[in-house]
């Protein structure tokens, strides 16, 4: 492509200014893009930029396969498999409990320990990431329906006893992408036990 001058889409270095027109190197690189295009929408795989004539190693056009539920990254919710884009946004915070108390004279007092249960778990599907279906959001509203009920909660390599949160309402909230659409986004707000 002509702009001005300058080849487009070319190095600087490969791009020599144009008098009155295209010049011979111009118009081979321009021959060489448009062999290449030509491949690349034939199924074959593009030609090496620097020499024009190599084809790439195959291997850089294979995509890494992987089970989008094996082992290690499953998001589980008691038997409900959970979407692996669904994020658990206090994920990384400090367990830790602390109060603090000030004396007669205005010293303060400050108790703390490590909370080994009751922290929470807020997990979060946003509408850029995660859109849930409407069998999972009744599963967990059936699963948040039972008070007290603890389920376990697998999460890549971390497990943990859950319930929900019902101190801090709402336990649950979704919404719909769309009024009357199947998929949706929301919080599921958990604490351990």
Not at 162 to 187: E, I, M, S, Y
Request: aromatic share 8%; charged share 15%.
């Amino acid at each position: 492509m002509v702009c001005g001058n300058v080849l487009v889409g070319l190095p600087p270095s490969r791009s020599p200014p144009l008098r009155g027109g295209f010049c011979a190197r111009g118009a081979h690189w321009l021959r060489q893009w448009a062999s290449v295009k030509a491949r690349i929408h034939a199924g074959a795989p593009p030609l090496h930029p620097a020499r024009g004539v190599t084809p790439l190693d195959p291997q850089l056009y294979v995509r890494p396969s992987y089970d989008k539920h094996s082992e290690n990254t499953m998001k589980q919710l008691g038997d409900l498999l959970l979407p692996d884009s669904l994020q658990w946004i206090d994920r990384y915070t400090q367990p830790v409990t602390q109060t603090v108390v000030q004396t007669l004279a205005g010293t303060p007092v400050v108790f703390g320990s490590p909370q080994h249960s009751g922290w929470p778990l807020t997990l979060v599907a946003e509408a850029e990431t995660t859109w849930l279906e409407l069998t999972t959001v009744a599963t967990l509203l059936a699963m948040a329906g039972q008070v007290g009920a603890r389920f376990p909660l697998r999460w890549d390599d971390f497990a943990c006893s859950v319930l929900f949160r019902h101190h801090d309402p709402p336990a649950v909230h979704f919404k719909p992408l769309w009024p009357h659409h199947n998929q949706f986004t929301g919080t599921i707000k958990l604490m351990a036990c």
